[in-house]
């Protein structure tokens, strides 16, 4: 507990500081020497971006973040997946975008997980064994720990990634309530007569469940599309549907290719 204490401390300061961690923090996260010997939230809090921190492998055509593999791709392509899944008709459309987001969601936050680059490794533990969730549910502590991870992690992958921007996570319930901010894919797909984030939905309910330690499935309550402010996604723990089964099946498949 008192090496969680410590972290707060130090990710409370850097919050606290910003004119601090641009000047100095920074720099010193990009230098090739320190760079290379430090964790991937270690370097983001102390300044360095998403672009900042990707490895670039140039002779092999390669780019990642954490040991994470990534091929960039340009936004459209969410309108395109709608697009030619749309072919298959509205139900299986929506199941087959949910499915893509789901496995890649929870592929990525496992596979960042047991690379070990994102977090030092006395936190694993407690990341891997799903317990972080419960912990901050009860202890003060604990949640302003995942807040800042949250936080961190968000600017990361979302902001950083070309996503939009997570405003509010909130997990005080059963129910993980996540509010999203121009989103991608209510941008191309709107204007809507109803919700459209159907693979971000997949996606916020793999990683939940990759970091929760549990199984969730996610549903958009309120879209950018249809005129909301933002888009709005609830997680709860899911059922054992066929479709659900088949989603588990696929994302053991797939990390069991880069084990």
């Not at 780019?63 to 697009?83: A, K, Y």
């Not at 533990?125 to 202890?139: Q, T, V």
Request: proline share 5%.
């Amino acid at each position: 507990m008192w090496k969680v204490r410590i972290v707060v401390a130090l990710m409370e300061f850097c919050e606290g500081h910003p004119l601090l961690v641009r000047c100095l923090f920074k720099p010193l996260a990009n230098l090739p020497w320190v760079s290379d010997r430090l964790h991937v939230m270690i370097r983001a809090y102390m300044g360095a971006t998403a672009f900042q921190i990707h490895d670039v492998d140039a002779s092999r055509g390669r780019i990642g973040i954490g040991g994470v593999d990534e091929i960039m791709f340009g936004s459209e392509l969410l309108w395109v997946l709608h697009e030619v899944l749309g072919r298959m008709g509205p139900e299986e459309k929506d199941r087959a975008l949910y499915d893509v987001g789901f496995i890649t969601g929870y592929y990525e936050a496992k596979d960042a997980i047991r690379k070990g680059q994102w977090a030092p490794k006395p936190f694993l533990p407690l990341i891997e064994g799903g317990r972080l969730l419960e912990s901050a549910r009860s202890d003060p502590l604990m949640a302003r720990f995942l807040d800042g991870v949250l936080k961190t992690e968000s600017a990361l992958i979302i902001t950083g990634g070309g996503w939009g921007n997570i405003t509010d996570f909130d997990y005080s319930g059963p129910v993980i309530r996540v509010e999203h901010e121009f989103a991608q894919e209510a941008a191309w797909l709107g204007p809507s007569d109803g919700p459209v984030c159907r693979y971000f939905a997949g996606g916020m309910a793999g990683h939940v469940s990759a970091v929760a330690g549990r199984w969730y499935e996610a549903r958009e309550v309120e879209c950018a599309a249809e005129g909301a402010p933002r888009c709005v996604f609830e997680a709860s723990p899911s059922s054992e549907s066929d479709a659900e089964l088949e989603r588990r099946e696929s994302v053991e498949r797939l990390l069991a290719r880069r084990s």
